[in-house]
Nanobody
Framework: QVQLVESGGGLVQAGDSLTLSCAES????????MGWFRQAPGKDREFVAG????????IYAESVKGRFTIFRDKSRNTVYLQMTNAKPEDTALYYC????????????????WGQGTKVTVSS
């Protein structure tokens, strides 16, 4: 079993930066593909960013490309989402997820999910 714990959420102002962390524990012998998703109030969950096992392939949603960066520290079994130039529309509950498959924008490809960390961006 794999456990994922997100942290780093909070209240920021538009234009600020924030870095989310996702610590993975449990069956971490083989690195997983990792992804970040978010769900705003009243909206469906959407893909934000994904990273492959080695960390050399990263994909992003168009809405965050150029502002968010996903990266991982395999020695710490942790994946990060660095958010810059935050916008009010980034307000959401952010989830990290792990997959044994290929990096994907499809949430159905991810088997393990954290509980989420809340990000609020004020205008």
């Amino acid at each position: 079993q794999v456990q994922l714990v997100e942290s780093g959420g909070g209240l920021v102002q538009a234009g600020d930066s924030l870095t989310l962390s996702c610590a993975e524990s449990g069956r971490t012998g083989s690195a997983h593909v990792m992804g970040w998703f978010r769900q705003a109030p009243g909206k469906d969950r959407e893909f934000v960013a994904g990273i492959n096992r080695s960390g050399n392939t990263k994909i992003y949603a168009e809405s965050v490309k150029g502002r968010f960066t996903i990266f991982r520290d395999k020695s710490r079994n942790t994946v990060y989402l660095q958010m810059t130039n935050a916008k009010p529309e980034d307000t959401a509950l952010y989830y990290c997820a792990a997959s044994i498959n290929y990096v994907s924008r499809d949430s159905e490809e991810y088997e393990y999910w954290g509980q989420g960390t809340k990000v609020t961006v004020s205008s």
